[in-house]
């Protein structure tokens, strides 16, 4: 079974597949995850095996612990390319996520200008008036979308509570192109289901729906550590390149990762 689970809050810099030089930003609790997805290839485990027993960091927590951190760097390197909010869970669930956004922000102004700061969200937090605002205030607004239909997000993406795809299609476009849509693409089986979202079934109707949202970029993923669900596999480079192609096809910009 999967057991990454990050320190908290402030954890790296490791090197992101997609960001490059990335110092994380962990807003959950050090000892476990919380999350309002629970997907079944979460390198972080099934939600119920890892329920947290420490508190959440406080935002001053963050803010000194964040400052030390880079200070430490500015002196020692190495230079980030980017501050990742990510970790154990979905981020925006912090009570303080819009004042960290903010204390964040001014930390990189300090310290590392050119650095970039990304969130990466399931989007289910996005109704929220103070967590939309900000997001729009990062460089990088990364916000998951694995598919558009419903029967495979209740078997794949497992949300805790309610989710409406639909409706979270909307909001995305109130972002205005100011978002990063993220999907993950793979094949296998669960609990005794294909769950492979390369087919033009399930890419068609997604682009469809990314279409409208219109974002900077979409990222297109796939499987890289161990998951939860063993029978999970890979998408193919081929397959992720078809799917890439048919992105660019529709005049949006794309990066894969393999």
Request: proline fraction near 7%.
């Given at each position: 079974?999967?057991?990454?689970?990050?320190?908290?809050?402030?954890?790296?810099?490791?090197?992101?597949?997609?960001?490059?030089?990335?110092?994380?930003?962990?807003?959950?609790?050090?000892?476990?995850?919380?999350?309002?997805?629970?997907?079944?290839?979460?390198?972080?485990?099934?939600?119920?095996?890892?329920?947290?027993?420490?508190?959440?960091?406080?935002?001053?927590?963050?803010?000194?612990?964040?400052?030390?951190?880079?200070?430490?760097?500015?002196?020692?390197?190495?230079?980030?390319d980017v501050l990742t909010f990510a970790g154990n869970g979905e981020p925006?669930?912090?009570?303080?996520?819009?004042?960290?956004?903010?204390?964040?922000?001014?930390?990189?102004?300090?310290?590392?200008?050119?650095?970039?700061?990304?969130?990466?969200?399931?989007?289910?937090?996005?109704?929220?008036?103070?967590?939309?605002?900000?997001?729009?205030?990062?460089?990088?607004?990364?916000?998951?979308?694995?598919?558009?239909?419903?029967?495979?997000?209740?078997?794949?993406?497992?949300?805790?509570?309610?989710?409406?795809?639909?409706?979270?299609?909307?909001?995305?476009?109130?972002?205005?192109?100011?978002?990063?849509?993220?999907?993950?693409?793979?094949?296998?089986?669960?609990?005794?289901?294909?769950?492979?979202?390369?087919?033009?079934?399930?890419?068609?109707?997604?682009?469809?729906?990314?279409?409208?949202?219109?974002?900077?970029?979409?990222?297109?993923?796939?499987?890289?550590?161990?998951?939860?669900?063993?029978?999970?596999?890979?998408?193919?480079?081929?397959?992720?390149?078809?799917?890439?192609?048919?992105?660019?096809?529709?005049?949006?910009?794309?990066?894969?990762?393999?």
């Amino acid at each position: 079974m999967s057991t990454v689970i990050y320190p908290s809050p402030i954890f790296g810099p490791v090197h992101s597949r997609r960001l490059g030089v990335s110092l994380g930003i962990n807003l959950l609790p050090e000892d476990g995850k919380w999350c309002t997805f629970d997907c079944v290839y979460c390198e972080c485990g099934f939600n119920k095996d890892f329920r947290p027993r420490k508190p959440l960091p406080t935002r001053e927590e963050v803010r000194v612990a964040l400052e030390e951190r880079l200070k430490d760097m500015s002196e020692n390197g190495p230079v980030p390319d980017v501050l990742t909010f990510a970790g154990n869970g979905e981020p925006t669930l912090h009570p303080h996520f819009p004042e960290i956004i903010e204390d964040t922000r001014a930390l990189r102004d300090r310290y590392f200008p050119k650095a970039k700061i990304s969130v990466l969200s399931n989007a289910t937090q996005i109704f929220r008036p103070e967590v939309f605002e900000a997001l729009g205030k990062v460089d990088n607004n990364i916000l998951k979308l694995d598919t558009v239909d419903g029967d495979y997000i209740s078997r794949v993406d497992r949300p805790t509570g309610r989710y409406e795809v639909g409706r979270v299609v909307e909001r995305l476009k109130d972002f205005r192109g100011k978002v990063i849509i993220q999907t993950m693409f793979m094949k296998g089986m669960s609990d005794g289901v294909d769950v492979d979202n390369t087919s033009d079934r399930f890419v068609e109707p997604w682009l469809r729906a990314v279409k409208k949202i219109a974002p900077s970029q979409v990222m297109i993923y796939t499987i890289d550590r161990e998951t939860p669900d063993h029978e999970l596999r890979k998408a193919t480079h081929e397959e992720l390149d078809r799917i890439a192609g048919r992105i660019r096809q529709e005049g949006l910009e794309v990066s894969v990762s393999y």
